[in-house]
């Protein structure tokens, strides 16, 4: 077994990263217990926010971009995913136990108990509260019945191969709630985007499960990584293709044009680089083309912002 690291660092932590270098002691296993050490994951909660409020601007380009939005769902993106992870833990913190890169998180090294993160969760829950009520009614009990997805991701992988598919349910549901905090209802352009970007949260969370996969097969997990064993590749690289067809339909229904399509190439060129380059047996390379993903987020924003000025 693994020791806990003395500092109470979390084993798959950047090293030397702002939240143990700059937060006072108290605070720490709060911080790592919401990954706010890992950023990368609250990223990839709010881009798919920032896509749908764009494609929102592009639909309606004399409405513009809802810049106040995007810096509302950036801080609810921060909250819900560190909900959400807090809510994982406390569900897994038996088989984090027996997992190589989980054993050192706060609660099964014993940094934080049960019941104080179930304290902290209700915290983050309430404030996630408060920025949601500021948008209108329909955004408001869109994002309350996103909760059942949030609440039954963590069971997932002991009852499916596919608790992936539940996780992009979940994460991807900001291009909904983005799309509807400025139009008030849904249309089928928000609705290709929500379901590409399911496609590519299934792939890239398949890619950083293959770091857990021999841990995963002893504990008895599921995932897609395992389901799919030595088609990985082929696999993901279907689930990116039909993501990035998507994603240019919901733009082209939404009355973009040949702009997007243009700028998201260099999307597709990660995407593809990510499966050219992956192997699960060098250390870090799976987390590498996993946080890659943010640079995604990144080009599609611009992309529908450039469509939206175009």
């Not at 609810?76 to 038996?94: E, Q």
């Not at 829950?125 to 408060?130: Q, V």
């Not at 389901?227 to 009355?255: I, S």
């Amino acid at each position: 077994m693994t020791p806990t690291p003395a500092s109470g660092t979390v084993a798959d932590a950047q090293k030397n990263n702002w939240l143990d270098r700059h937060a006072p002691e108290w605070l720490k296993p709060y911080g790592r217990l919401a990954r706010w050490d890992r950023p990368i994951g609250f990223w990839l909660l709010f881009w798919p926010c920032a896509w749908g409020i764009g494609l929102a601007a592009i639909a309606s380009p004399q409405a513009g971009f809802g810049w106040w939005a995007a810096v509302l769902m950036f801080l609810g993106s921060i909250l819900m995913r560190g909900a959400g992870c807090t809510f994982n833990d406390i569900v897994d913190r038996d088989i984090d136990m027996q997992v190589a890169r989980t054993r050192s998180r706060p609660i099964p090294s014993g940094q934080i108990s049960a019941r104080e993160a179930v304290y902290f969760l209700i915290a983050q829950a309430l404030l996630a509260s408060a920025i949601l009520f500021q948008f209108n009614r329909f955004t408001v009990w869109a994002g309350v019945a996103s909760l059942v997805l949030v609440a039954i991701y963590p069971f997932m992988k002991r009852v499916t191969w596919w608790p992936q598919a539940f996780l992009g349910l979940a994460f991807s549901y900001g291009a909904l709630v983005g799309w509807s905090s400025q139009t008030g209802g849904l249309s089928w352009a928000p609705v290709l985007l929500y379901a590409g970007t399911i496609l590519w949260v299934i792939g890239y969370d398949t890619v950083y499960a293959l770091q857990d996969i021999e841990d995963d097969v002893l504990v008895g997990v599921k995932s897609t990584a395992r389901l799919f064993g030595a088609n990985v590749k082929p696999a993901v690289a279907v689930l990116y293709t039909g993501a990035f067809l998507l994603w240019n339909a919901a733009a082209v229904l939404a009355g973009g044009g040949w702009l997007f399509a243009v700028l998201s190439l260099p999307a597709a060129a990660i995407l593809a680089w990510q499966l050219w380059t992956l192997d699960k047996d060098v250390p870090e390379n799976p987390k590498q083309r996993f946080d890659s993903n943010h640079y995604i987020g990144l080009i599609l924003t611009l992309a529908l912002l450039a469509a939206w000025v175009w």
